[in-house]
Each structure stands twice: as C-alpha cells, then as structure tokens.
Nanobody, 121 residues
Framework: QVQLVESGGGLVQAGGSLRLSCAAS????????MGWYRQGPGKQRELVAT???????SYADSVKGRFTISRDGARNTVYLQMNSLKPEDTALYYC???????????????WGQGTQVTVSS
C-alpha cells in the first residue's frame, strides 16, 4: 500500500506565506515526478508545480516567482513554499506522485487527500 500524506495548509492573510509538505510511504522502489495541484471553489483541478526525479521544475504562470517546489529524496517528501499569497490562491491543494511499486515495473499516479489553503483579503 502506498500513501501520500499532506500537511501545512491553513488560513493566512494576503501577502503571507505557507509551506506544504507531502510524504510518501509504503512499499515502492522509486518515485518519479512529484507535484502539487489545486482546486478552487467552482473550478477544475489545475497544475501548480512539478519536480521530476532529476530535479527539473515547472510552474503554472500564476504562481511563478511566488511559489517554490522542492523535494527531499531521503524522506520521500515534496514541499511547496508559497509566498506572497493572494486570495485567488485559496483552494484545496493535492499532492501527486508517480510511484514505481516494488512489485511492478512501471509507475502509477498516486494522490494525497488534499490540504486546504485559505487566503483572506
């Protein structure tokens, strides 16, 4: 069984910062790309940022320069540092990881349960 557990969400005023964490646990041989997605009220889920196994980064235009994604391979954890938060960043943030199970020869996508980020104006 593979699990992704997120933490770090909360309520913050506009201009503030939050740091999200997502730790993978279970039986697996490798984690490929990890990323963060979000779904705001009445909106579709959208990509926020990804980081590949080799460290390549990508960001949504709306968060470039404000958010930073990173990962700790030893801890199987991905982070999202969010600065200069805006009310439009309010959403349920989901962690995603492409994980190669020990018993399989290919990766499968896994999702966390989501952590709420609310930015007040």
């Amino acid at each position: 069984q593979v699990q992704l557990v997120e933490s770090g969400g909360g309520l913050v005023q506009a201009g503030g910062s939050l740091r999200l964490s997502c730790a993978a646990s279970g039986s697996f041989s490798r984690i490929n790309t990890m990323g963060w997605y979000r779904q705001g009220p009445g909106k579709q889920r959208e990509l926020v940022a990804t980081i590949s196994g080799g460290g390549s980064l990508s960001y949504a235009d709306s968060v470039k320069g404000r958010f930073t994604i990173s990962r700790d391979g030893a801890r199987n954890t991905v982070y999202l540092q969010m600065n200069s938060l805006k009310p439009e960043d309010t959403a349920l943030y989901y962690c995603n990881a492409e994980i190669v199970r020990t018993t399989l020869g290919f990766s499968l996508p896994y999702w966390g349960q989501g952590t709420q980020v609310t930015v007040s104006s």
